[in-house]
């Protein structure tokens, strides 16, 4: 069946502190879509990025980094120089093509203290 | 631009009252759904529609109804409220429905149940 991991439930850090969120998936799709979302205190889900299963390369916006590696089923998110700004839960997605639907994580809290 | 309108922003229920969340879009998406986010489950799909008069269950939709009139709104209604029924709600909206679409969320409708 179609799974997504997030493994760390909360994460507290330093400003300024590097830090990576962990998601792993499980799918028997060759083709897949994975996905973040950022949930501010606010409430309302952001879109971040989207990866499809053949496009292995890393890619970074800005502080923001992605790091997709299809032998480990992981899809990482590396926030570089956190600010408290980046507080938030984040949620990590994967696209099943059977049901046409997305599949999110448990979600990860992340503090980012001054 | 409003995007995704979710209304109300809070609830409290008594056990068995009825309700209906309010949602809209003006982004001429076709696709909405709903979906209720609880601790340490992530975000569970509740009903979805492809289009106005299309509607279809996600994974828990029992204890709730939908109807989509128009491609602006999709109102999810519960027809005799639980406890099991306290979270947080989202109506998330798409382009077409593609599972590869980023998701449009509202800002959340928070329900307790008493």
């Known amino acids: 069946a179609q799974k997504v991991t997030q493994a760390q439930t909360e994460i507290s850090v330093v400003e300024k502190e590097d830090v990576t969120l962990d998601c792993v998936y499980e799918t028997r799709d060759t083709t897949y879509y994975l996905f973040w979302y950022k949930q501010p205190p606010s409430g309302e889900l952001v879109f971040l990025i989207r990866r499809n299963s053949f496009d292995e390369q890393n890619e970074i916006s800005g502080r923001y980094s992605w790091n997709f590696q299809k032998s480990t089923s992981s899809f990482n998110f590396t926030i570089t120089a956190s600010q408290v700004v980046d507080s938030a839960v984040y949620f990590c997605a994967l696209s099943d093509d059977n049901t046409g639907k997305l599949i999110f994580g448990q979600g990860t809290t992340l503090q980012v203290k001054p | 631009n409003a995007g995704v309108t979710q209304t109300p922003k809070f609830q409290v229920l008594k056990t068995g009252q009825s309700m209906t969340l309010q949602c809209a879009q003006d982004?001429?998406?076709?696709?909405m759904s709903w979906y209720r986010q609880d601790p340490g489950m992530g975000l569970r799909l509740i009903h979805y529609?492809?289009?106005?008069?299309?509607?279809d269950q996600g994974e828990v939709p029992n204890g709730y109804n939908v109807s989509r009139s128009t491609t602006e709104d999709f109102p999810l209604r519960l027809l005799s409220a639980a406890p099991s029924q306290t979270s947080v709600y989202f109506c998330a909206s798409s382009y077409s429905g593609d599972v590869r679409e980023k998701l449009f969320f509202g800002s959340g409708t928070q329900l307790s149940v008493l």
């Open positions: 529609s492809v289009g106005a008069g299309i509607t």
């Open positions: 982004m001429n998406h076709e696709y």
